[in-house]
């Protein structure tokens, strides 16, 4: 029998209860928030309206921030927070969630950031991986899959993003526990819409890399089965880079 944080997570809709967290917080369920429903406060995540003060830079609870996908990670070790933190709240409009969400969405705007970061990605020794930007990127985009209906249903993208809530991929034994969750739905990409939509298999990493960059480009690649591959494989295939997050 898995440990009861690795037990499979049932099915949530309309009428299921959240779960809770640690400090005692409902948080709001993956389905019932990411699909709309009534009452999933997960839904306004990180879109609401911020103060500019000027181009390129917001303002977070009152401190001036560049957009730049780095100063995620900033953010969680300055403010000691994370996915098992208290004031992370993710899904709620006020939170450490919320501002670093805004960060990453800030920093990847365009085609070509996001094109530059999945390539940068791939290219990262595993000892130097930033995770805490690679998860949330990943919780994003799983959001926007759900939204759009391309989540893999039952068992699939959101229900990683639930998991992800209930802090199990933090440390280095959740981040084995993510490559698991993610290796085991690759072939959820190929009967959703997505680039990889009707192939035989996923692409590699080092594929998916070679897609992206110049022809000529040199490639340095993760190593093939690393928990970052499997993350640019599952970005890819969600279509990351022109869908954005």
């Not at 959740?174 to 290796?183: N, V």
Request: glycine letters at 10%; a neutral charge; one cysteine or more.
């Amino acid at each position: 029998m898995l440990p009861a944080a690795r037990r499979p997570l049932e099915c949530v809709g309309r009428g299921t209860v959240a779960p809770r967290c640690a400090h005692g917080t409902v948080r709001p369920t993956a389905r019932s928030c990411w699909r709309g429903e009534k009452g999933g406060s997960a839904f306004h995540l990180a879109t609401g309206p911020r103060q500019r003060s000027r181009k390129g830079h917001a303002a977070v609870n009152g401190t001036v921030m560049a957009a730049s996908i780095s100063e995620v990670t900033e953010l969680v070790q300055e403010r000691r927070t994370g996915w098992s933190s208290p004031t992370w709240r993710w899904g709620f409009a006020v939170g450490d969630a919320h501002d670093a969400a805004y960060i990453a969405r800030s920093s990847l705007q365009s085609r070509d950031s996001r094109r530059s970061w999945l390539v940068q990605l791939a290219q990262t020794e595993p000892s130097t991986t930033p995770w805490e930007e690679v998860k949330l990127v990943l919780a994003l985009a799983f959001q926007k899959a759900g939204h759009e209906r391309r989540d893999g249903g039952a068992g699939g993208w959101l229900e990683v993003m639930e998991r992800m809530v209930l802090a199990e991929y933090e440390g280095d034994d959740g981040i084995g526990y993510l490559a698991e969750d993610l290796w085991t739905r690759l072939p959820l990409l190929l009967r959703s819409p997505g680039p990889f939509q009707g192939m035989a298999e996923v692409p590699d990493a080092a594929a998916v890399v070679s897609s992206l960059v110049e022809a000529g480009s040199r490639i340095e690649s993760t190593e093939e089965g690393s928990t970052a591959s499997r993350c640019v494989q599952v970005l890819a295939g969600l279509d990351f880079v022109d869908r954005g997050i």
